[in-house]
């Protein structure tokens, strides 16, 4: 039995996860880190803890959902302890993504701006259709609740990078995320990623290949955050026995 670890429990999806986590046979809640109190009860045999040392000593393999800050801290503590880690959080800076690879060098690491198979279907589909319709303008919307804290999504970020991969492109380098006044027609290699925020959306996420006379648009809409709670526990299943290294969602699916 594969022990976890949840980082980041107080959260929405970090709730569905220990709920989840009751209806799995190979694979059991052991441990959870919270910074002050954990806002709903669970079985009293799971250890909460504020203490990140007792957190890691009490699991097997960690999955994070958390905020930036957190996972940072997470990642620095994980390279004086290695673990296997599932890594959920969005957001995350340059140093913290470089923190991620040094971790990677250390224990096996699986980072996804989501945890869905449809989502990890589309972004193959995005890079195929990237580099098959040449002169296509590409335009990526992503739309979520109004409490979401980053944006563009990361999701939508990785389907740019998709896109730009497809077509041999540095997405930080023709990337436009706004448009307003006088700017001017729109540049051949140019990728926008645009973002709305409202109600109690899940997740939208909308890839359009724009030409003369036609269009493509390739989409994705999550109607449960549980597409990522499972999907969380079924790369955390699959990452446990793994060598170091930095993994994606596509290798534990096998896209």
């Known amino acids: 039995m594969v022990k976890v670890g949840v980082f980041g429990a107080n959260g929405r999806v970090g709730k569905l996860i220990i709920d989840d ?36 000593n009490g699991c097997d393999i960690i999955i994070d959902f958390s905020l930036p800050e957190a996972c940072e801290t997470l990642l620095e503590e994980c390279l004086k302890t290695p673990k296997p880690l599932v890594i959920g959080t969005t957001g995350l ?23 869905s198979l449809g989502v990890a279907l589309l972004n193959k589909l995005v890079y195929q259709a990237s580099a098959a319709l040449d002169g296509f303008d590409i335009e990526i919307v992503e739309m979520h609740h109004k409490h979401k804290k980053d944006a563009p999504s990361g999701t939508a970020l990785t389907l740019g990078e998709s896109a730009a991969r497809g077509r041999g492109l ?21 990728i926008a990623v ?5 109600g109690d959306i899940v997740g939208r996420h909308t890839v359009g290949f724009y030409n003369d006379g036609e269009f493509i648009e390739l989409n994705h809409t999550a109607t449960s955050r549980n597409t990522f ?6 790369a955390a299943t699959w990452l446990a026995d793994k060598k170091a290294g930095l993994y994606s969602i596509s290798d534990c699916l096998e896209l």
């Open 21 to 56: 986590l009751k209806l799995t046979s190979d694979i059991s809640l052991s441990s959870v880190y919270v910074r002050n109190n954990l806002n709903f009860t669970i079985d009293p045999s799971v250890l909460v803890t504020t203490d990140i040392k007792s957190f890691l």
């Open 93 to 115: 800076s340059a140093h913290q993504l470089n923190l991620l690879k040094q971790a990677s060098e250390k224990m096996p690491v699986l980072y996804a701006t989501n945890m």
């Open 170 to 190: 540095d997405l930080d380098k023709v990337r436009v995320s706004g448009r307003d006044g006088n700017i001017g027609e729109r540049s051949e290699d140019e």
């Open 194 to 198: 645009m973002a709305l925020r409202g």
């Open 229 to 234: 709670s499972k999907g969380a526990i079924r």
